[in-house]
């Protein structure tokens, strides 16, 4: 069955530094793939979309690369901030219109 | 700003209730979403609907009804409420793609959430 991993361990890091979260699949083939960040007690918000014939994405601080052959999927993020903390959640397309999500990995980041 | 919004932040219920959780976008988007999200569980779809009075059952989908009478408006019914059903509920909307066109931003299906609903049934 279809299956998208995210470290379930929070990540945690020193403002500064850059932060990498890791979101792997298996028997799926996804034309793109998605990354959400989730503040506590909030919806998820739409952060960056990376197609399976690009390799890397940018966005300000943001970097996403996806590896279609490792079947992987990592986020960066430069320069952290206290204000980066939060789940992280990648998703794939699960079919027409749908998403599916992973669990999400938490980050703190520490001043 | 485009806009989800979901009818309650919390809400408190007993169980066998009949519940409705109610959600509106001004995005005009075709496509409409219920999940709910548990620790460790991540979102999980219960319902979607792609169309008005169109709606096709997610991966969750017993315990729970849908209703979208109206292109904006989304609602989840819990039948009979139960324990198990405690949880986060999170109505998200998206734009209708067509086929997926690698050269069209826009048929990629970005969700837009509202804020959630923490329902807990005693």
């Known amino acids: 069955s279809q299956k998208i991993e995210q470290n379930s361990e929070a990540l945690n890091i020193q403002e500064g530094k850059t932060a990498t979260l890791t979101c792997n699949y298996t028997n799926y083939s996804p034309a793109y793939l998605q990354w959400y960040r989730q503040d506590p007690g909030r919806g998820p918000v739409f952060l960056l979309l990376?197609?399976?014939?690009?390799k890397e994405k940018r966005k300000e601080r943001l970097k996403v690369t996806f590896d279609t052959t490792l079947k992987q999927s990592l986020f960066h993020i430069t320069a952290s901030q206290p204000a980066d903390s939060a789940t992280y959640l990648c998703?794939?397309?699960?079919?027409?219109?749908?998403?599916?999500f992973g669990a999400g990995t938490r980050l703190a980041v520490h001043p | 700003d485009v806009k989800v919004t979901q009818s309650s932040r919390y809400l408190v219920k007993r169980t066998g209730e009949k519940v409705f959780l109610e959600c509106v976008q001004d995005?005009?988007?075709?496509?409409m979403f219920w999940y709910r999200q548990d620790p460790g569980l991540g979102l999980r779809l219960i319902y979607f609907s792609y169309d008005v009075k169109m709606k096709e059952k997610g991966d969750i989908p017993e315990g729970y009804s849908v209703s979208r009478e109206k292109k904006e408006r989304f609602s989840l019914i819990l039948e009979s409420a139960s324990t198990n059903q405690t949880s986060m509920y999170l109505c998200?909307?998206?734009?209708?793609?067509?086929?997926?066109?690698?050269?069209?931003?826009?048929?990629?299906?970005?969700?837009?959430f509202g804020p959630g609903t923490r329902l807990t049934v005693l």
């Open positions: 998200a909307s998206s734009s209708k793609s067509g086929r997926l066109l690698l050269t069209d931003p826009s048929s990629y299906n970005e969700q837009f």
């Open positions: 998703a794939l397309r699960g079919g027409y219109n749908k998403l599916i």
């Open positions: 990376i197609r399976e014939n690009e």
């Open positions: 995005m005009d988007h075709e496509n």
